[in-house]
């Protein structure tokens, strides 16, 4: 019997690299890879990174990154895609022309803007791109709460400011939106999830004291284009997205001096059967 061709599940990242091994397109690798998908890769821009913060980043051309595009989907059948750091307002351009002339499934929105140590990854300029051009393309967008106040122009303090800004956000044409809430101060995390059909809920956990949450979106943002793919819906996948990056949070790993990167095997490890 012949095989089909393209039958396993496949994933893109259409991201940065992080030298340093945490965030970026080594976090989503890692994270795709434990979830049981395949992963590509297109490289938008290069970082000299580490955990102590972001040393230098050059963004590649757009024949390269319009050739690894045309390299993957020519090839693989992508089921699931994913953009992270998109660099400037040209960048999210290039991005944009070639997510509209391929068939690369549902995409997942992680607006990157600011790494943990400060560096601006994304041009002040590019934001109202990104709301204008990349957001109605949406499937999933996953802001956290300096991203969603940037792309709303709100303050958003309270649990209501984070529903208004969801709604706002709905309105660029993003189907479904998380705000994440690792960036507030409270004992508990909490995220709120507005989904396309109206429904919303909140997904809250204990507060983990650490400093090692290097690539926390990233690993998010991977887990849930990973279900996707798999073919779970939104809020599953979107659920067990957020429970790998509790694991990868609490379960630390000592590498670095700075913000350290998570443990991608955590939660395979956790639910490993006995
Ligand atoms: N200290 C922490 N303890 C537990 N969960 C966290 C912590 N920091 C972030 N998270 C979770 O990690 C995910 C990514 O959130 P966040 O850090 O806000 O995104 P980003 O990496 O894009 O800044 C969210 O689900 C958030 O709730
Ligand atoms: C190359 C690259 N891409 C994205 C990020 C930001 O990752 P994120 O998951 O938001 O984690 P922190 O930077 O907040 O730790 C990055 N640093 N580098």
């Not at 209501?160 to 507030?184: C, F, P, S, V």
Request: aromatic letters at 4%.
């Amino acid at each position: 019997m012949a095989e089909e061709i393209n039958a396993f599940p496949q994933t893109l990242t259409i991201a940065g690299t992080d030298s340093g091994g945490g965030a970026g397109v080594m976090a989503d690798i890692k994270t795709m890879q434990e979830r049981h998908v395949f992963s590509a890769a297109v490289i938008v821009a290069v970082t000299a990174q580490n955990t102590l913060g972001v040393q230098d980043f050059s963004a590649l051309s757009k024949k390269l990154i319009d050739e690894q595009f045309a390299s993957v989907a020519g090839d693989l059948k992508i089921r699931a895609c994913k953009t992270g750091m998109l660099a400037d307002a040209e960048h999210v351009e290039i991005v944009v022309e070639n997510l509209k002339k391929y068939d690369l499934g549902p995409l997942i929105v992680d607006p990157v803007m600011i790494a943990k140590g400060g560096a601006p990854l994304l041009a002040d300029d590019a934001i109202n791109v990104v709301k204008r051009d990349l957001l109605p393309l949406a499937t999933v967008v996953t802001p956290n709460l300096p991203e969603a106040e940037r792309l709303t122009e709100m303050t958003i303090k309270t649990n209501e400011d984070m529903q208004k800004a969801a709604k706002q956000l709905r309105a660029t044409g993003a189907k479904n939106i998380m705000i994440k809430g690792g960036h507030g101060d409270t004992e508990k995390v909490t995220d709120y999830v507005l989904l396309a059909d109206g429904k919303e809920f909140w997904l809250s956990s204990p507060r983990v004291d650490t400093v090692r949450t290097h690539g926390t979106g990233d690993t998010l943002s991977s887990a849930m284009t990973a279900e996707i793919a798999k073919g779970q819906d939104i809020e599953s996948a979107i659920r067990v997205a957020k429970d790998f990056v509790e694991a990868a949070i609490r379960n630390t790993i000592q590498v670095g001096r700075g913000h350290g990167p998570l443990n991608h095997w955590a939660y395979g490890e956790e639910h490993a059967v006995k």
